[in-house]
């Protein structure tokens, strides 16, 4: 069995996420290993705003700051000792497989099977799909 010793987990606010969280949380202690808990508030869904209202951003990075205090609290009391929290705007395909493991030197990648929008699932194909594809790392998918 490999080493770890960076876990990222993408956090979408789904049932699956939590589940990914909580193998997440897992991994990273048996490991010893430090832990990600990452948000990438996709950008794309404010493209389809005709008026674009910078209040809406402002909202869902306040909700990613929220959702990720609470979470970070759940994994230092489950006894993983270094967690850090990342919020980044742009498509979570991208930046969760590219940039997020890149620059946090990550070699796992925990995500849940399915996330939020099954709309796109359906037409694009899922995250976990591209963060499989894309990801230098051992990529660790979890279902419910």
Same mark, same amino acid.
């Given at each position: 069995?490999?080493?770890?010793?960076?876990?990222?987990?993408?956090?979408?606010?789904?049932?699956?996420?939590?589940?990914?969280?909580?193998?997440?949380?897992?991994?990273?202690?048996?490991?010893?290993?430090?832990?990600?808990?990452?948000?990438?508030?996709?950008?794309?869904?404010?493209?389809?705003?005709?008026?674009?209202?910078?209040?809406? $951003? +402002?909202?869902?990075?306040?909700?990613?700051?929220?959702?990720?205090?609470?979470?970070?609290?759940?994994?230092?009391?489950?006894?993983?000792?270094? $967690?850090?929290?990342?919020?980044?705007?742009? +498509?979570?395909?991208?930046?969760?497989?590219?940039?997020?493991?890149?620059?946090?030197?990550?070699?796992?990648?925990?995500?849940?099977?399915?996330?939020?929008?099954? $709309?796109?699932?359906?037409?694009?194909?899922?995250? +976990?799909?591209?963060?499989?594809?894309?990801?230098?790392?051992? $990529?660790?998918?979890?279902? +419910?």
């Amino acid at each position: 069995m490999s080493k770890y010793n960076t876990v990222l987990v993408g956090m979408d606010g789904s049932e699956e996420a939590k589940t990914a969280f909580q193998t997440a949380c897992e991994s990273a202690k048996n490991h010893e290993a430090g832990l990600v808990i990452a948000h990438v508030i996709d950008t794309r869904t404010f493209a389809t705003i005709e008026q674009y209202d910078r209040t809406i $951003v +402002s909202r869902a990075e306040t909700q990613a700051k929220d959702m990720l205090a609470d979470y970070k609290q759940q994994a230092e009391e489950y006894g993983v000792s270094e $967690v850090q929290t990342v919020i980044e705007f742009g +498509s979570p395909k991208a930046k969760i497989p590219k940039d997020l493991a890149k620059s946090y030197n990550v070699d796992l990648i925990v995500t849940g099977a399915t996330g939020l929008n099954k $709309v796109e699932r359906i037409l694009m194909g899922s995250v +976990s799909e591209a963060i499989t594809r894309h990801a230098q790392c051992d $990529v660790l998918i979890v279902r +419910s």
